[in-house]
């Protein structure tokens, strides 16, 4: 029996892997609320490929993925914190206006290159601004683990994998040497 790859796995759920342009370059903001419609569509898309991939991988951590993943290069995102019951987080137009000094370093994997997890450095909490369909600017904290995954799908926004954020000399790992599968990320209280 061959065994399928996790990168081909998400390549055939449609999301775009590494090494494709769209990933690379920043995303194009939306105008809002003029591009309301066109926002629209893109987040239900998001939406739908996000439920295409929990339909076949369960993500402990929370799951988030970026239009670019998508091949839409549009600033937008969506992120599903790890407890079930929360709302889903709508990123449009996100910018990180303010960061905590003290982070710390977590394993991360990615949907585009779902085959590594990466030990990626990043703020215990971040403040991000995004726009509404109406136009409007809101501002709110994430802390972290909600942080790192907001924080992540924003790096995706701007042109960004999470191998541009690991320390110099650390590489990622083969997923089959991943021991916390399936396990939250661990903070101290």
């Known amino acids: ?7 081909e796995q998400m390549r055939g759920l449609g999301v775009v892997q590494n090494g494709a342009p769209v990933l690379a370059e920043p995303a194009r903001a939306f105008d809002l609320s003029a591009e309301r419609e066109a926002a629209e569509r893109v987040i239900e898309q998001l939406f739908c490929a996000m439920e295409r991939i929990g339909q076949v991988h369960s993500f402990a951590k929370g799951m988030g993925i970026a239009a670019p993943q998508i091949g ?4 937008a995102a969506v992120v599903q914190p790890p407890d ?5 987080i709508v990123l449009l137009n996100p910018c990180i206006t303010g ?8 394993y991360e994997g990615c949907l585009s290159f779902f085959d590594v997890r990466g030990l990626v450095p990043r703020p215990l909490w971040i403040t991000v601004e995004t726009t509404t369909l109406e136009g ?5 904290t994430y802390e972290r683990g909600l942080a ?10 701007d042109g960004l994998l999470y191998t541009a954020r690991m320390r110099t000399g650390i590489a990622p790992i083969p997923v089959e040497e991943y ?5 939250a990320w661990a903070y101290e209280q």
């Open 99 to 106: 960061r905590s000094s003290d982070g710390d370093e977590q």
């Open 136 to 140: 409007q600017l809101v501002t709110t």
């Open 148 to 157: 790192r995954l907001v924080h992540h799908e924003i790096d995706h926004l």
């Open 1 to 7: 029996m061959i065994q399928v790859r996790p990168s």
């Open 179 to 183: 021991r916390q599968t399936g396990r």
């Open 84 to 88: 079930p019951g929360s709302p889903a």
């Open 72 to 75: 839409v290069a549009r600033a």
